[in-house]
Each structure stands twice: as C-alpha cells, then as structure tokens.
C-alpha cells in the first residue's frame, strides 16, 4: 500500500488530485501538505475530503502538515505547488516563477524523502 503525499494541497489541482488518488485501490494514505499559514484551510479541505471519502466508501488515512519533515516515507509525491497568474502578467514570467518555487521545492523532496516518486 502506498502514502502519497500532495505538495500544494490548498490549490484546486491539489485538491481534486486528492479526491481522484483516493480511488486508487494501491493507495493507503494520503497527506496534504501546504504552506505554514494555511492550517485553517488544509483542516477544512481535509475534513471536506473526510466526509466525501465516507460517502464513496473508502477507508484510507488522511491527513495534513506543513512540516516538510513529515513528507518522509512518501512512496509518491504530487507537486502542485505554485503561484497563479496575475492579471496582466506574462505566461512565461509565471513559468519561471513556478519553475523557481518547484525547484525549491524538490530539493527539499530530495532531502527528506530522496526514495520518493515525484
């Protein structure tokens, strides 16, 4: 069974790729993790998932952090961390604005959980 942790949880592409990774029968855990600042939201997408979780049937573990340290062991990691578009701004000012904070952000994968897929 695997532990598949979403970087990135508070987003919409976090948060629907929560509830599909939850159909997946090899899947045991799921934990979300988000920025510091963002506990209120990350507690209610959980419990929103919970509930949803319930009413499909399935009985996986599900959790929150915003502890990097607590990624380690992921068998799989989903990054959807990143900032939104602006408006006005340029496509290719927000892909190297993302390409910074996903490069950041998988150094720190490597770190504490180096065997992990991302």
Same mark, same amino acid.
């Given at each position: 069974?695997?532990?598949?942790?979403?970087?990135?949880?508070?987003?919409?592409?976090?948060?629907?790729?929560?509830? %599909?990774?939850?159909?997946?029968?090899?899947?045991?855990? *799921?934990?979300?993790?988000? &920025?510091?600042?963002?506990?209120? @939201? @990350?507690?209610?997408? %959980?419990?929103? $998932?919970?509930?949803?979780?319930?009413?499909?049937? %399935?009985?996986?573990? $599900?959790?929150?952090? %915003?502890?990097?340290?607590?990624?380690?062991?992921?068998?799989?990691?989903? @990054?959807?961390?990143?900032?939104? &578009?602006?408006?006005?701004?340029?496509? $290719?000012? @927000?892909?190297?604005?993302?390409? &910074? *904070?996903?490069?950041?952000?998988? &150094?720190?994968?490597?770190?504490?959980?180096?065997?992990?897929? *991302?």
């Amino acid at each position: 069974m695997a532990k598949v942790t979403i970087i990135g949880a508070t987003g919409q592409v976090g948060t629907y790729s929560a509830h %599909t990774i939850s159909a997946i029968p090899h899947v045991s855990e *799921i934990l979300l993790f988000g &920025r510091t600042g963002r506990e209120n @939201l @990350l507690a209610g997408i %959980t419990q929103d $998932l919970v509930d949803s979780f319930a009413a499909c049937g %399935t009985g996986m573990e $599900l959790g929150w952090t %915003t502890d990097m340290e607590d990624i380690a062991e992921s068998d799989i990691v989903v @990054l959807s961390a990143g900032i939104p &578009r602006k408006p006005g701004q340029d496509r $290719l000012d @927000l892909a190297i604005a993302n390409a &910074r *904070i996903v490069a950041e952000i998988s &150094r720190q994968i490597a770190e504490v959980s180096p065997s992990s897929m *991302i």
